[in-house]
């Protein structure tokens, strides 16, 4: 694992993390942006329905003030002429009279614009108002002359609300007396509507601003889950290693001592005895020598014969541990010394086919190979009771594979001696496979067994960049 530290590269189980955590971010900020967006629609939805429905109560509200006032009057207005002047001054009075709440008021101009009733606002009687707009600069006095002469209507517009000095939102309701050029009308300030409708909206950005929380908690909470689960994985695939580890190096020492103890036996089974009798051989010798008895040269023969054997034996015993022909001339003539030994000891016939790798497998493979098939031929010999193996090296386009396939019983028929635990054994040849990236398979049934060692293209070098003129 590379960079544990936040300074260097990121490591593999950082990255994991990285990968887990960046795309629950992203996806949390997306669901609060789509959500928050939602909420503000639907809630802006819901406060203009709300400013719409208070508005037309408010409108129907000002139709029935003019309607009560106009019931007032009707019976004055009905019987003046137009240029009655005694019955205009009663009806302004009456108007001037009928005050309703805190604001409001009655107020006429005629269609010249000249203020004619403004009982909270009698700065404004007898002036002519024509072309008067609120801060905004929307007309009041000509729009209101305006939907008077058409009949009647609505209109909202800022003014000055009496109780406070100060412009507010307002909406007037005007009806015009066609007869006398009046624009008679009254106006209800709507400033707590919209006081209510920003407190609607107050309540939405809190809704939102509790969403956002609720979801960046979520998050947060998620974001803890999967570091708490990469920290507890971290510690658990730490823990398996490391107990991986202590039975690999006691696998290892295992072998190593066993490894010694076979070659201690071979020691001393083999070459110690035949030093013995060479021994021997020699120290009759010498005594016929010494009594000038005609059979000393015998002795002394079969001591030279003892001493060629135990160079042999110690040849043997070289080549099992690491054969020379294996460095110095490749797999190919490696196995085939090591087919023609097995054949020559066990009188299993042994036969090898290979192809001419131009020496193009590395270091590596070729010993993962070779100890493959020494282990192999090993079990054949101990378990498998066969008359005859094969022994196959070939290329193709993933990669090489060695293919040793016998006639015997099978490893079923063989049972549990079939599957060694001692030694390499079918499992230490699999980690030797698997450790070049390759795969090993075992097949077997009960007219034999094919064991194929496959390593990967990786381990094939170029045909250009071998100096050497050996077989694989």
Request: glycine share 10%; proline share 3%.
């Amino acid at each position: 694992m590379g960079g544990d530290g936040f300074g260097g590269t990121l490591g593999f189980r950082q990255k994991v993390i990285l990968v887990a955590a960046v795309p629950l971010l992203l996806a949390a900020a997306a669901i609060a942006v789509v959500v928050a967006q939602q909420s503000r629609l639907l809630a802006e939805r819901e406060i203009d329905a709300l400013r719409a429905q208070l508005i037309e109560t408010k409108r129907e509200e000002l139709r029935n003030y003019v309607s009560i006032a106009r019931t007032a009057f009707g019976p004055v207005y009905g019987n003046a002429a137009p240029d009655d002047e005694a019955a205009k001054t009663l009806v302004m009075q009456n108007l001037a009279a009928m005050l309703y709440g805190q604001d409001g008021y009655f107020f006429v101009f005629d269609y010249d614009g000249n203020n004619l009733v403004a009982p909270r606002q009698t700065q404004l009687i007898n002036q002519n108002w024509s072309g008067l707009t609120d801060s905004r600069g929307t007309p009041i006095t000509d729009e209101i002359v305006r939907i008077a002469r058409t009949g009647g209507g609505f209109h909202e517009h800022l003014w000055y609300k009496p109780t406070t000095g100060e412009e507010a939102e307002m909406i007037t309701y005007v009806i015009g007396l066609q007869d006398w050029r009046w624009a008679l009308g009254t106006g209800i300030f709507i400033d707590d509507i919209l006081a209510r409708v920003a407190a609607a909206r107050a309540q939405v950005d809190a809704r939102v601003d509790r969403t956002f929380a609720y979801i960046g908690a979520i998050t947060a909470a998620a974001l803890l889950l999967v570091f708490g689960s990469g920290l507890w994985l971290n510690i658990r695939e730490r823990s398996l290693a490391e107990s991986k580890f202590k039975r690999l190096t006691q696998r290892v020492i295992d072998t190593q001592e066993e490894e010694r103890g076979r070659v201690a036996r071979e020691l001393h089974d083999s070459i110690s005895q035949i030093l013995v009798g060479v021994r021997y051989s020699l120290e009759l010798a010498r005594r016929r020598f010494q009594a000038d008895d005609d059979r000393a040269g015998e002795a002394l023969d079969k001591s030279i014969a003892g001493l060629s054997g135990a160079i042999s034996e110690v040849r043997r015993i070289s080549r099992d541990l690491r054969p020379g022909v294996l460095d110095d001339l490749g797999l190919g003539p490696a196995l085939k010394a090591l087919a023609d030994e097995f054949s020559q000891r066990t009188g299993i016939r042994t036969e090898l086919e290979t192809v001419v790798f131009r020496n193009r497998l590395d270091q590596e493979a070729k010993i993962a190979l070779y100890r493959v098939a020494q282990e192999a031929l090993t079990n054949i010999e101990r378990h498998s009771g066969a008359g005859a193996a094969t022994i196959r090296v070939f290329g193709h386009p993933s990669g090489a594979t060695l293919r040793i396939t016998d006639n015997g019983q099978g490893i079923e028929a063989a049972g549990r001696a079939a599957l060694p635990t001692s030694g390499l054994g079918l499992r230490n040849m699999q980690e030797r496979i698997e450790q070049l990236g390759g795969t090993l398979t075992v097949v077997s049934s009960p007219t034999g067994t094919t064991i194929d060692a496959q390593v990967p293209l990786s381990h094939m070098l170029p045909p250009e960049g071998s100096s050497r003129k050996a077989n694989a």
